[in-house]
């Protein structure tokens, strides 16, 4: 009889815990919705974009089952390759307008050359109802100089640092928070490492990516770049804290069954 009082009291305790860690964690759950999204792991080997409704231009990019591959580095001549997304829902990304983020994950494997001609090597870019913005992923910024490690880097003529001191010899995240106060936050596998006024990284929009993200190599121009991309996502909230990891949501769906199980009990 002892026996089973304690284990009613042991199963009646991790109810409570755990429907106490849901209900905290659901406020967090339900602060971000994510609005688009590739991810090269979950679309599996041999799929790219294009199987999403993503738009190609330029050379295919190959997915190895954790990965699209952006190499064009043996091909003669200078090649483009990249993938436009879908439309995003009406109002995303609008100058002044709400709070959005946008996040990537990444891996330079050779250089862009720090000329202003190679913004477009290695890059995401996207437009709001204003401008253009992109940033171009360097995996050396001074290239023969001293600096050994990487950056994220804003700017078209020329590059502006946004992210520094990465070191490249592993993917990391990329999480661009854009507040409606015209900033853009950058942060570093879930850190904030600058913030910068829109009207620093602002370009003139020529309707490309209206409302949409792209990224890739964007041109012909200066060198191809080798590296990965593992995946992109639209958010709309502009802090990845606000983003729940996926062990929340196994926590509710816990939660949601030991309460099923206790009213059956």
Same mark, same amino acid.
């Given at each position: 009889m002892r026996k089973g009082i304690g284990m009613k009291l042991f199963m009646r305790t991790m109810v409570g815990a755990a429907f106490v860690a849901a209900l905290l964690l659901a406020g967090q759950t339900q602060a971000a919705t994510k609005l688009l999204e590739f991810d090269a792991a979950a679309a599996g080997a041999g799929n790219t974009p294009t199987s999403q409704g993503w738009t190609q231009?330029?050379?295919?990019?190959?997915?190895?089952?954790?990965?699209?591959?952006?190499?064009?580095?043996?091909?003669?001549?200078?090649?483009?390759?990249?993938?436009?997304s879908p439309l995003l829902p009406v109002g995303t990304f609008v100058d002044?307008?709400?709070?959005? !983020?946008?996040?990537? %994950? $990444?891996?330079?494997?050779?250089?862009?050359?720090f000329i202003g001609s190679a913004w477009g090597n290695m890059y995401l870019y996207?437009?709001?109802?204003?401008?253009?913005?992109?940033?171009?992923?360097?995996?050396?910024?001074?290239?023969?100089?001293?600096?050994?490690?990487?950056?994220?880097?804003y700017g078209q003529g020329s590059f502006s640092p946004a992210i520094t001191g990465i070191d490249w010899s592993v993917p990391h995240d990329i999480f661009i928070g854009y507040r409606s106060g015209a900033v853009f936050d950058f942060y570093l596998d879930g850190a904030i490492q600058s913030t910068v006024?829109? !009207?620093s990284i602002? %370009? $003139?929009r020529n309707g490309f990516a209206d409302n949409r993200v792209d990224f890739g190599d964007g041109t012909t121009a200066a060198t191809d770049v080798a590296g990965e991309w593992h995946f992109v996502r639209v958010w709309d909230v502009n802090d990845p804290a606000l983003i729940p990891e996926p062990g929340t949501i196994c926590l509710m769906g816990l939660a949601a069954?030991?309460?099923?199980?206790?009213r059956r009990s």
């Open positions: 231009f330029g050379s295919a990019m190959t997915n190895n089952g954790s990965f699209l591959l952006q190499d064009n580095t043996g091909v003669g001549g200078e090649q483009s390759g990249e993938y436009l002044g307008g709400s709070d959005y !983020g946008i996040e990537f %994950r $990444t891996k330079p494997r050779t250089d862009v050359p996207w437009e709001d109802d204003q401008w253009s913005y992109n940033v171009t992923i360097d995996l050396d910024p001074d290239d023969a100089g001293p600096v050994t490690t990487g950056s994220i880097v006024v829109s !009207g602002a %370009r $003139t069954l030991m309460m099923l199980t206790r």
